[in-house]
């Protein structure tokens, strides 16, 4: 059971912890992406803020600017509770019309938006605010927009641009005032960077969060160094799921533990959750599933009292799986019903659509507004040339030529906005794609974990203890491969024949050793380093499985061959022979089963999207084999793989 329960819980941080979402992108991915705690609000005195906001009535800068600090008390407690400041903010800065003080309500609103789980409308206000705290040159709230924006990219895997514009924002601080936000920097990169899986990068974060706490020491802010101590427990979560030491899992519980006390004590709601939320994820590592769930208890009622959603849906996923394995299954259909209600109310397609939209929206009036510019300039130009030309002759001539090269100059600027539009829109649709993508992988993982449960089920319920055991130590080390890839775009030929073979090692104990396989790899492929899209291969496997040789009651075969095509491609030919598909289509009809299964859906639709706008795609040629009387001896199916490049 330990080896299934580091499995799953490893599954669960892949896609809903690393980079954690959002989907939205991502993805939903995750997918499966997820968002930071925006909880940086320095440590406000609220006895002094409240009764300046009761006293201080003038529909003024200063009311307005109370108003939105006054926003950051209730970042930690109850999103709910702002929106009253909200409408006396709006209403003040639409008399007002100041660009500066619109833009930081803009991205205070972006900022809340964010940590609801509604990304559309975050990125609409993130991208609506930033010109205007540019036109005013405030660079403080600049800096907090970066913020933003780079939990937006870590949510959609951009890490290395989250972390090259955190970087930049940290060399434009002011020191000693700006203390506070270097502290936040500091404190947002250590988070990107734990969300890197590649080599030991992820351990970057440590330097990080070391200098973010040291400075919230110094300012004295205790929910800062709170913050800092809840992304230490993490990185401790991380290094005990990789090394398995219990030293790790202890310091973790440390640092969660002092971070939650605290939180508790100023009455920050969502920052208390996500301390207990770490102390849950913490004891399912370890694999004490029956400890863990208290924690996501207690986590999941704060985050409902806080509205903070995406938290919501993960603490739901977390329980569904603590109470799978500790069998109490009817509240883990509820858990799980309340995450997919959840996911599907945040990380929609539609949703993901909303946001490319915005984007191109923005972009498209900026270009737009760029474009009158110009042509506002160059009429103005023009009137200069005619009273100079008023002058005298020479004065005419020079003018001319000023105004022909400046005139050339403006259509170069022109021409050049359109190219960066087009590059950008191209981005947005990129982008776009793989939050689809993500959001697919994040669905077959738990369907591939859902059938393999229900065989293990079975063993158990036919009281089969020594194949139950056998299955579930074989199920444990495939899924700690399978879920290491999940997250990855590629997997080298050599790890995904040991996956296939692990996978088929558990099938021929289903099928009681009636089954006979093969996997050949030609000599002229470098097995290391030859890479191929994750996911792709197993899934025909299982189909060539289910369909072809579960009908066949002796002498099943199976074989699976890889191939150079080319130097740019392979061949993988999965051969079996089974019934053959016509036979198993009349099969399904007579169990009425006209439909089309999950997985070869959620196939097809990844295949579609890895061949999106590809010059090589990838292909799947099925041929029928028959004997010489024309009957049925099996199936093959050609899948044509072009390589990815090793980086």
């Known amino acids: 059971m330990g080896f299934l329960s580091l499995g799953i819980i490893f599954f669960v941080n892949s896609y809903l912890l690393s980079s954690n979402k959002s989907p939205m992108s991502k993805q939903f991915c995750f997918i499966f992406l997820l968002i930071a705690t925006f909880s940086f609000g320095q440590d406000s005195n609220w006895d002094?803020?409240?009764?300046?906001?009761?006293?201080?009535?003038?529909?003024?800068?200063?009311?307005?600017?109370?108003?939105l600090d006054a926003t950051r008390y209730y970042e930690v407690r109850n999103l709910k509770d702002s929106d009253t400041l909200f409408k006396e903010a709006e209403k003040i800065a639409a008399q007002l019309n100041i660009p500066k003080f619109n833009g930081r309500l803009l991205l205070t609103q972006s900022r809340y938006k964010l940590l609801e789980g509604i990304y559309n409308l975050?990125?609409?206000?993130?991208?609506?605010?930033?010109?205007?705290?540019?036109?005013?040159?405030?660079?403080?709230?600049?800096?907090?927009?970066?913020?933003?924006?780079?939990?937006?990219d870590r949510e959609n895997d951009n890490f290395l641009k989250a972390v090259r514009d955190?970087?930049?924002?940290?060399?434009?601080?002011?020191?000693?005032?700006?203390?506070?936000q270097l502290a936040e920097l500091y404190l947002h990169l250590g988070i990107v960077y734990m969300n890197i899986n590649n080599d030991e990068t992820y351990k970057k974060a440590i330097p990080q969060l070391k200098k973010a706490k040291k400075l919230f020491i110094e300012i004295g802010s205790k929910t800062g160094v709170g913050l800092t101590n809840i992304r230490l427990a993490r990185f401790y979560k991380i290094e005990s799921l990789k090394t398995g030491k219990q030293i790790n899992h202890e310091i973790a519980m440390n640092f969660a533990r002092d971070a939650t006390e605290l939180f508790k004590e100023k009455q920050q709601t969502a920052n208390e959750a996500y301390g207990y939320y770490t102390m849950g994820t913490s004891k399912?590592?370890?694999?004490?599933?029956?400890?863990?769930?208290?924690?996501?208890?207690?986590?999941?009622?704060?985050?409902?009292?806080?509205?903070?959603?995406?938290?919501?849906?993960?603490?739901?996923?977390?329980l569904f799986v603590a109470y799978s394995i500790t069998k109490q299954q009817d509240k883990a259909k509820q858990s799980n019903a309340q995450f997919v209600k959840i996911k599907d109310s945040i990380f929609s397609i539609e949703k993901r659509q909303l946001i490319a939209d915005a984007q191109t929206r923005f972009e498209t009036a900026k270009v737009k507004a760029d474009k009158e510019k110009a042509e506002i300039r160059e009429e103005r130009n023009l009137y200069y040339f005619i009273g100079s030309a008023m002058i005298g002759v020479l004065i005419s001539l020079v003018s001319l030529f000023f105004f022909r090269n400046l005139k050339h100059r403006r259509k170069t600027e022109i021409i050049s906005l359109e190219l960066q539009e087009t590059q950008k829109r191209?981005?947005?649709?990129?982008?776009?794609?793989?939050?689809?993508?993500?959001?697919?992988?994040?669905?077959?993982?738990?369907?591939?974990?859902?059938?393999?449960?229900?065989?293990?089920?079975?063993?158990?319920?036919?009281?089969?203890?020594?194949?139950?055991?056998?299955?579930?130590?074989?199920?444990?080390?495939?899924?700690?491969?399978?879920?290491?890839?999940?997250d990855a775009g590629g997997i080298s030929i050599e790890d995904e024949v040991r996956c296939l073979k692990m996978y088929l090692e558990l099938e021929e104990l289903r099928f009681e050793d009636k089954l006979t396989y093969s996997i050949n790899v030609s000599e002229d492929i470098k097995q290391e380093d030859t890479i191929i899209p994750t996911m792709l291969i197993q899934p025909y496997v299982e189909n060539a499985l289910k369909h072809g040789l579960l009908?066949?009651?002796?002498?099943?075969?199976?074989?699976?061959?890889?191939?150079?095509?080319?130097?740019?491609?392979?061949?993988?030919?999965?051969?079996?022979?089974?019934?053959?598909?016509?036979?198993?289509?009349?099969?399904?009809?007579?169990?009425?089963?006209?439909?089309?299964?999950?997985?070869?859906?959620?196939?097809?639709?990844?295949?579609?999207?890895?061949?999106?706008?590809?010059?090589?795609?990838?292909?799947?040629?099925?041929?029928?084999?028959t004997n010489d009387d024309d009957t049925p001896k099996g199936t093959r199916v050609q899948l044509t793989i072009p390589l990815i490049k090793k980086e």
Not at 166 to 180: N, Q, S, Y
Not at 288 to 314: C, Q, T, V, W
Not at 444 to 460: D, K, R, T
């Open 284 to 318: 399912s590592i370890i694999g004490d599933h029956e400890a863990s769930i208290p924690y996501y208890k207690n986590s999941l009622k704060k985050y409902e009292e806080a509205g903070n959603l995406i938290f919501a849906m993960r603490v739901n996923q977390h």
């Open 426 to 486: 191209l981005a947005l649709e990129k982008q776009y794609r793989d939050s689809e993508l993500k959001a697919l992988k994040a669905q077959m993982n738990p369907h591939f974990i859902f059938n393999a449960l229900n065989s293990i089920q079975e063993y158990i319920i036919l009281n089969q203890k020594n194949l139950a055991s056998e299955y579930l130590g074989k199920f444990a080390d495939l899924m700690r491969k399978y879920l290491y890839y999940s």
């Open 48 to 67: 002094t803020l409240s009764p300046e906001l009761a006293t201080y009535k003038k529909q003024d800068t200063i009311r307005l600017q109370l108003l």
């Open 551 to 625: 009908h066949r009651k002796t002498n099943r075969k199976l074989s699976v061959k890889f191939k150079m095509a080319n130097t740019n491609t392979i061949h993988c030919i999965i051969e079996d022979n089974g019934i053959g598909r016509a036979a198993s289509s009349l099969k399904r009809k007579k169990r009425k089963e006209d439909h089309q299964s999950f997985a070869s859906k959620a196939t097809a639709n990844r295949l579609s999207l890895l061949n999106h706008g590809k010059e090589q795609q990838i292909g799947v040629l099925y041929t029928d084999l």
């Open 122 to 152: 975050a990125t609409d206000k993130l991208l609506l605010a930033i010109p205007l705290l540019e036109e005013s040159n405030d660079q403080y709230y600049l800096r907090e927009a970066a913020i933003i924006q780079a939990e937006i």
């Open 166 to 180: 955190l970087k930049t924002a940290v060399l434009e601080v002011d020191m000693p005032e700006d203390k506070f």
